[in-house]
T-cell receptor
Framework: ETGVTQTPRHLVMGMTNKKSLKCEQH?????MYWYKQSAKKPLELMFV???????ENNSVPSRFSPECPNSSHLFLHLHTLQPEDSALYLC????????????????FGEGSWLTVV | TQLLEQSPQFLSIQEGENLTVYCNSS?????LQWYRQEPGEGPVLLVT?????EVKKLKRLTFQFGDARKDSSLHITAAQPGDTGLYLC???????????FGPGTRLSVLP
């Protein structure tokens, strides 16, 4: 059982739909992340939250809207997506932001496979 | 340019063979992590190395952090089909804030 849980695992949506991805971490971590992983690119950082405050928006289009109501939950709201947004969306958490400690590590959920048709 | 480079990009070997994959950078890091990602799943942490020259072993996997803390290697002895996956190295970026991942080495171990 993973300490980071993502739902749904698979999502198919039309370009005019609105949907949300949900992430919950049970590790007591303070930082949470959204990453995008597509077939031909490395893991791309999208958003970072620390103590539920956004600290990083990596030039992500506004059709992706994150929400972090508390340190344990993270959402990614999706609207008017495009087919090239189809990818594996990974949620992750870490005790603190990256450089807080040399041994700081990041833990991932199993991902949400998104297909935009 | 990417902060981390990994080689080889793809590797296909027979069960029982040994292999080494590499993670390289021109920057110095305080620590480095290795992850394995199986198809359809999220990456799972294998090891964290923090000291230059450090060697850590995890069953048949041996991880080494370069003396200058700019590179790392992962050696697998007697590979098994269960070792198949994407191997990712990761570091903290130069601003000390975020985790940055290499492009990965995709390993396929054939029975």
């Amino acid at each position: 059982e993973t300490g980071v849980t993502q739902t749904p695992r698979h999502l198919v949506m039309g370009m005019t739909n609105k949907k949300s991805l949900k992430c919950e971490q049970h590790l007591g971590h303070n930082a949470m992340y959204w990453y995008k992983q597509s077939a031909k690119k490395p893991l791309e950082l999208m958003f970072v939250y620390n103590f539920k405050e956004q600290t990083e928006n990596n030039s992500v289009p506004s059709r992706f809207s994150p929400e972090c109501p508390n340190s344990s939950h993270l959402f990614l709201h999706l609207h008017t997506l495009q087919p090239e947004d189809s990818a594996l969306y990974l949620c992750a958490s870490s005790q603190d932001l990256g450089g807080a400690r040399a041994s700081n590590t990041i833990y991932f959920g199993e991902g949400s496979w998104l297909t935009v048709v | 340019t990417q902060l981390l480079e990994q080689s080889p990009q793809f590797l296909s070997i027979q069960e029982g063979e040994n292999l080494t994959v590499y993670c390289n950078s021109s920057s110095v890091f305080s620590s480095l992590q290795w992850y394995r990602q199986e198809p359809g799943e999220g990456p799972v942490l294998l090891v964290t190395v923090v000291t230059g020259g450090e060697v850590k072993k995890l069953k048949r996997l041996t991880f080494q952090f370069g003396d200058a803390r700019k590179d790392s290697s992962l050696h697998i002895t007697a590979a098994q089909p269960g070792d198949t996956g994407l191997y990712l190295c990761a570091v903290i970026d130069n601003y000390g804030q975020n985790f940055v991942f290499g492009p990965g080495t995709r390993l396929s171990v054939l029975p």
